[in-house]
T-cell receptor, first 112, second 112 residues
């Protein structure tokens, strides 16, 4: 089975802190994605990557950046956390564009 | 991507078949229908996908109408563990964008 592992299940950070959310997949997938999920808004795509060092903006990239130095790891960075970034963050991967996405279990981030 | 319409909630008795409908009247010829589900506090889980033929796997069956404007996900013998939010998504497979547009889904409650 594909395993997508997010480093933290719960995280509490202060406003203005730099926050790193880590995601690792163990199936050599080409594509990796970061979504956030908020009540009433569903899942929204923040960034995705289709290769090492390659990244594309999703629907809501403002306030975020990403890093993909190795194929198996995709990091989401909040340069200066704000309270409106309190959310559930979901990482996903897929081997190619035809295949379905495999999701991690999410990181619930609270910014106070 | 085309949008989908699903009922907000459904109930199903344990052991009975759960039939979850989805309308996607503006689907394009090269768009696939994907189904995911999300159990509380977990990431979305892929269930099944199809283009125009009916599909079956170990989890479910997918019935797509001939005009492709709607589909039905069938869980043949629902269990309490199938209680979740079910998302129907249409997406171009093979394109360069990974954006899955998740709507609000159907909250399925399986009752003993």
């Amino acid at each position: 089975d594909v395993k997508v592992t997010q480093s933290s299940r719960y995280l509490v950070k202060r406003t203005g802190e730099k926050v790193f959310l880590e995601c690792v997949q163990d199936m050599d997938h080409e594509n990796m994605f970061w979504y956030r999920q908020d009540p009433g808004l569903g899942l929204r795509l923040i960034y995705f990557s289709y290769d090492v060092k390659m990244k594309e903006k999703g629907d809501i990239p403002e306030g975020y950046s990403v890093s993909r130095e190795k194929k198996e790891r995709f990091s989401l960075i909040l340069e200066s956390a704000s309270t409106n970034q309190t959310s559930m963050y979901l990482c996903a991967s897929s081997p190619n564009w035809r295949s379905p996405l495999h999701f991690g279990n999410g990181t619930r981030l609270t910014v106070t | 991507d085309a949008k989908t319409t699903q009922p907000p909630s459904m109930d199903c008795a344990e052991g009975r078949a759960a039939n979850l409908p989805c309308n996607h009247s503006t689907i394009s010829g090269n768009e696939y229908v994907y189904w995911y589900r999300q159990i509380h506090s977990q990431g979305p889980q892929y269930i099944i996908h199809g283009l125009k033929n009916n599909e079956t796997n170990e989890m479910a069956s997918l019935i797509i109408t001939e005009d492709r404007k709607s589909s039905t996900l069938i869980l043949p013998h629902a269990t309490l563990r199938d209680t979740a939010v079910y998302y129907c998504i249409v997406r171009v497979a093979g394109g360069s964008q990974g954006n899955l547009i998740f709507g609000k889904g159907t909250k399925l409650s399986v009752k003993p």
